[in-house]
């Protein structure tokens, strides 16, 4: 077993200290292990410059492991990279979506059958990348309120254990309230497949399948498939809100006479001024992005 660099987020609340030590337990009887831990991308910069060719472990949620990614993507380093993770986010939505167990002893397990599979990111015209999924809309509201309430309710309760996972249900609801429905052209491979006279309540790309500690926005998106799931919602009416909103909860909204799926190599969407979410990076007001897929650009650890 090549021996593995985990590296892990300096900011992280100490309640992922105790399973990151039993991680780490289980992966040095296999292998030698060497931990960094990072706080901003300059020292995320000054790791992955001296991890030479060791495994990477991602010790971390979400937007941690879009960080290294990036980071990688940054340095041209990330084709001949083979990942691993560790979930210990919040909401952990690529270990839930690539089966990778949310036990991090489990997980670590899995890091050690070294199973590397070929994964996709999406990446906009600026050279941004997406792990796991962006969306504009709603979903970018739900994803901006929510970010506020998990930062003030994180520190509600003890280490993992804590309200911050309750945001972006908080976020959602909010937006749900009064959200934003815009005017937006959505070309999937260069073909309209919305237009300016038809307003959308929002638009998801889809990498992975689930967002905000699990609802299943992208259902059935395959980070490993060269193609991202496309998500439009012209539930912009209140009843038709209420319904969308109702089904998204209980992994139903496909169902929807006014929800579109589709899956492309390549997504522009421009119109009114909107705020978009990647990975939980909130961007915008924007009027014009482009996404397309770049297939097989890392190597992932998975069960």
């Known amino acids: 077993m090549d021996p593995l660099l985990v590296i892990t987020n300096n900011d992280a609340g100490a309640g992922t200290e105790e399973p990151l030590e039993q991680a780490l337990a289980v ?47 940054r340095r ?15 909401g952990n939505d690529f270990a839930r979506g690539t089966g990778i167990p949310l036990d991090v002893e489990a997980a670590a397990r899995v890091i050690l059958k ?8 999406i990446v906009d015209e600026l050279g941004g990348i997406v792990v796991n999924s962006v ?31 309750l945001g972006y249900p ?20 260069g073909e309209v497949v919305n237009d300016l006279d038809s307003s959308v309540l929002m638009v998801a790309l889809g990498n992975g399948s ?46 929807s006479d006014d929800v579109q799926y589709l899956r492309g190599k390549a997504v522009s969407i421009s119109g009114e001024a909107f705020w978009c979410s990647a990975d939980g990076e909130i961007n915008g007001p924007e009027r014009q992005r482009t996404w397309h897929v770049e297939p097989a650009a890392y190597s992932m650890l998975l069960p």
Not at 31 to 59: F, K, M, N, Q, Y
Not at 138 to 158: E, I
Not at 222 to 250: F, H, K, N, Q, W
């Open 210 to 255: 689930s967002v905000g500690g699990g609802t299943e926005l992208t259902p059935v998106a395959d980070p490993s498939d060269g193609l991202m799931d496309v998500m439009i919602s012209r539930a912009t009416g209140p009843l038709g809100r209420l319904v969308y909103a109702a089904r998204l909860g209980l992994g139903a909204h496909l169902e």
């Open 76 to 90: 041209h380093d990330l084709a001949k990279s083979v990942i691993g993770l560790l979930p210990l986010g919040t």
């Open 114 to 121: 070294n199973r590397p599979t070929p994964m996709d990111i």
């Open 27 to 73: 992966m040095r009887e296999r292998t030698s292990v060497e931990v960094a831990a990072t706080s901003d991308p300059g020292e995320l910069d000054s790791v992955l410059h001296r991890a030479g060719t060791r495994r990477i472990v991602v010790a971390g949620g979400d937007g941690s492991l879009h960080a290294v990614i990036a980071a990688l993507y």
């Open 170 to 189: 908080i976020g959602a609801l909010l937006t749900a309230w009064k959200p934003p429905t815009l005017r937006l052209r959505v070309e999937i491979d």
């Open 135 to 165: 969306h504009v809309g709603a979903g970018a509201q739900a994803s901006r309120r929510g970010a506020d309430w998990k930062d003030r309710l994180h520190s509600v309760g003890v280490g993992r254990a804590n309200l911050g996972k």
